[in-house]
């Protein structure tokens, strides 16, 4: 049984990024960790390795088919729906995350 089948596909990262209710700024690509702020470091094709989302709505589904994405920080942002306080099954999907924070969020 294949566990990642209902996972979001994303073909480039970019566009995880630039959706209309979701846009991380290609001048919030930094080099430093800065907890306080939204911002997304990239390797050197463009996949995004580490995302920090601060201050917004919702994180979308898409996030989870961010296949590369190893860090991921969310503060003050509400995991796809606020009305549901709970991590989404599409956690599994970051295959490669070794790394997952929150704070004020729905859920803590």
Aim: aromatic share 6%; proline share 6%.
């Amino acid at each position: 049984m294949n566990l990642l089948h209902d996972c979001p596909i994303v073909e480039y990262d970019e566009d995880a990024v630039t959706l209309d209710e979701f846009t991380i700024p290609l001048d919030a690509l930094d080099t430093k960790e800065d907890n306080s702020k939204l911002y997304r470091k990239t390797d050197d094709n463009g996949h995004i390795l580490r995302l920090n989302i601060v201050n917004e709505k919702f994180i979308p589904p898409i996030i989870f088919g961010l296949k590369h994405l190893q860090r991921l920080c969310i503060r003050k942002t509400c995991f796809i729906s606020c009305k549901r306080p709970r991590i989404p099954r599409h956690i599994k999907c970051l295959a490669n995350l070794i790394g997952l924070s929150f704070s004020r969020t729905n859920i803590a």
